[in-house]
């Protein structure tokens, strides 16, 4: 009996010492766009938060990283592994992932796969860590001013593979891409490509700076990276059925650039305690003052003052008159007034920022928008309306004021209705501010 009570016991050691070396090590897997140069910075602001008093990065291999630290929570090693978004969902559900990065939204196929996790689309499940543009890069030398998302379909497409034909100097175009387990060549693909497939002359690149560094080396070199990959070489502003935009900050914060893009963090619904705590620090606002000394757009919400778009209606001049715009829209799935999950975390970023004493005396104005292409003309200016509506309702909860909600239906289009993605970025609620009278 006795043999037996101390066969248990050291058992019940073993294994509670087996459960404090996992939680020890957290496993984090998918986008070489976050996880290059963001992820480490987080990480180690993280552990250092947590009393890690050292923090050593060790290399691994080509895009493997290994944080060795030590310190109040004793030791804690973080793997992490960039090698492209679509290993983060396949790590994820094979189980060799704690958190998956990626830069694009996870797929319903993906989400099938790891239903064993939950839903990895749900809202405790899938942050939205940071926001990001692809930037069209050409050399500094080229003297592209603009190109429209068009001309860089055919571009890419090997339809147009010399410059003479977009009025340039006649050197034959370089494509250079990234690789297929990469995000940045999801997002590129679906935004656009759309359908049409990559030239076979395109030279493809796992790293998005070796990829920078062969456009700057190329005189008819053109490719395409994020934000953070935009050195030594220059972003050439793009239009999309309105407006040539570059990648500034504002422009992809709310989200009004063609090409701007989410990043982001996922779990499964029972995450260990430090994934926990990581994904709780990632959403702070000491993040997202890493994520803009990297490079990414942060969340963090701003007051500017914009060009109204052409073509915006004599109703949604008079609106916003004399009003200044904030960095963020809410956004919402089609022919729906539900917020999705970032606009669920905005609205608590919007509350912390109202709550500010610079906004004692300002109001907030709540402009709804809707795509022609998901409902009736008759119905756009309800939905647009129902849209504004639920944002004010989320925010006089909390006991912020609005002074005024309109709906104005399917005017000032940011993207043309031809395509999904252009639709679901005209399903959106714009938050401007103005002096209370």
């Given at each position: 009996m006795l043999r037996r009570l101390i066969s248990v016991g050291v058992g019940l050691v073993v294994a509670i010492a087996a459960a404090q070396a996992a939680d020890s090590r957290v496993r984090i897997h998918g986008s070489n766009t976050v996880g290059e140069r963001l992820m480490p910075e987080l990480l180690e602001a993280w552990l250092r938060s947590k009393g890690q008093d050292e923090v050593i990065r060790q290399q691994l291999a080509f895009e493997e990283l290994l944080l060795v630290s030590s310190g109040g929570l004793g030791k804690v090693e973080i793997e992490l592994h960039a090698h492209g978004s679509t290993t983060a969902f396949q790590d994820l559900s094979a189980g060799t992932a704690d958190i998956g990065m990626a830069s694009r939204r996870v797929t319903q196929a993906e989400i099938d796969r790891a239903a064993h996790l939950g839903a990895l689309d749900a809202a405790d499940q899938e942050t939205v860590l940071a926001l990001d543009g692809l930037a069209i890069i050409v050399p500094n030398a080229n003297p592209l001013k603009q190109v429209s998302l068009g001309e860089v379909r055919d571009?890419?497409?090997?339809?147009?593979?010399?410059?003479?034909?977009?009025?340039?100097?006649?050197?034959?175009?370089?494509?250079?891409?990234?690789?297929?387990?990469?995000?940045?060549?999801?997002?590129?693909?679906?935004?656009?490509?759309?359908?049409?497939?990559?030239?076979?002359?395109?030279?493809?690149?796992?790293?998005?700076?070796?990829?920078?560094?062969?456009?700057?080396?190329?005189?008819?070199?053109?490719?395409?990276?994020?934000?953070?990959?935009?050195?030594?070489?220059?972003?050439?502003?793009?239009?999309?059925?309105?407006?040539?935009?570059?990648?500034?900050?504002?422009?992809?914060?709310?989200?009004?650039?063609?090409?701007?893009?989410?990043?982001?963090?996922?779990?499964?619904?029972?995450?260990?305690?430090?994934?926990?705590?990581?994904?709780?620090?990632?959403?702070?606002?000491?993040?997202?003052?890493?994520?803009?000394?990297?490079?990414?757009?942060?969340?963090?919400?701003?007051?500017?003052?914009?060009?109204?778009?052409?073509?915006?209606?004599?109703?949604?001049?008079?609106?916003?008159?004399?009003?200044?715009?904030?960095?963020?829209?809410?956004?919402?799935?089609?022919?729906?007034?539900?917020?999705?999950?970032?606009?669920?975390?905005?609205?608590q970023r919007l509350r912390e920022f109202m709550r500010q004493p610079a906004q004692r005396d300002q109001r907030l104005i709540l402009v709804g928008f809707a795509d022609g292409a998901e409902v009736v003309p008759v119905q756009a200016e309800q939905l647009s309306s129902e849209r504004a509506d639920q944002v004010a309702a989320a925010l006089l909860a909390y006991q912020i004021p609005v002074s005024r909600v309109r709906g104005v239906g399917d005017t000032a289009p940011v993207a043309p209705r031809i395509s999904a993605l252009g639709q679901a970025r005209n399903h959106r609620v714009e938050v401007w501010m103005k002096q209370s009278p």
């Amino acid at each position: 009996m006795l043999r037996r009570l101390i066969s248990v016991g050291v058992g019940l050691v073993v294994a509670i010492a087996a459960a404090q070396a996992a939680d020890s090590r957290v496993r984090i897997h998918g986008s070489n766009t976050v996880g290059e140069r963001l992820m480490p910075e987080l990480l180690e602001a993280w552990l250092r938060s947590k009393g890690q008093d050292e923090v050593i990065r060790q290399q691994l291999a080509f895009e493997e990283l290994l944080l060795v630290s030590s310190g109040g929570l004793g030791k804690v090693e973080i793997e992490l592994h960039a090698h492209g978004s679509t290993t983060a969902f396949q790590d994820l559900s094979a189980g060799t992932a704690d958190i998956g990065m990626a830069s694009r939204r996870v797929t319903q196929a993906e989400i099938d796969r790891a239903a064993h996790l939950g839903a990895l689309d749900a809202a405790d499940q899938e942050t939205v860590l940071a926001l990001d543009g692809l930037a069209i890069i050409v050399p500094n030398a080229n003297p592209l001013k603009q190109v429209s998302l068009g001309e860089v379909r055919d571009l890419f497409a090997g339809s147009v593979d010399n410059w003479g034909r977009l009025g340039l100097p006649p050197y034959p175009v370089r494509l250079f891409a990234r690789d297929e387990r990469s995000g940045t060549w999801d997002s590129f693909r679906q935004i656009v490509l759309e359908g049409r497939d990559l030239s076979s002359d395109a030279v493809r690149f796992e790293s998005t700076s070796e990829l920078a560094a062969a456009v700057a080396g190329d005189r008819g070199g053109i490719g395409f990276v994020g934000l953070t990959g935009v050195s030594g070489v220059r972003a050439v502003p793009v239009s999309h059925g309105g407006d040539a935009l570059p990648p500034t900050p504002q422009e992809v914060a709310v989200e009004d650039y063609a090409l701007s893009r989410r990043l982001y963090l996922y779990s499964s619904n029972k995450p260990q305690p430090l994934v926990s705590d990581f994904l709780a620090f990632a959403r702070s606002d000491a993040a997202q003052v890493i994520i803009e000394k990297v490079g990414f757009v942060s969340q963090r919400v701003r007051a500017y003052q914009p060009e109204l778009r052409a073509g915006a209606s004599t109703a949604y001049r008079e609106l916003v008159a004399g009003a200044r715009r904030l960095s963020l829209n809410f956004r919402f799935n089609p022919a729906s007034a539900a917020l999705d999950n970032k606009s669920q975390q905005d609205i608590q970023r919007l509350r912390e920022f109202m709550r500010q004493p610079a906004q004692r005396d300002q109001r907030l104005i709540l402009v709804g928008f809707a795509d022609g292409a998901e409902v009736v003309p008759v119905q756009a200016e309800q939905l647009s309306s129902e849209r504004a509506d639920q944002v004010a309702a989320a925010l006089l909860a909390y006991q912020i004021p609005v002074s005024r909600v309109r709906g104005v239906g399917d005017t000032a289009p940011v993207a043309p209705r031809i395509s999904a993605l252009g639709q679901a970025r005209n399903h959106r609620v714009e938050v401007w501010m103005k002096q209370s009278p």
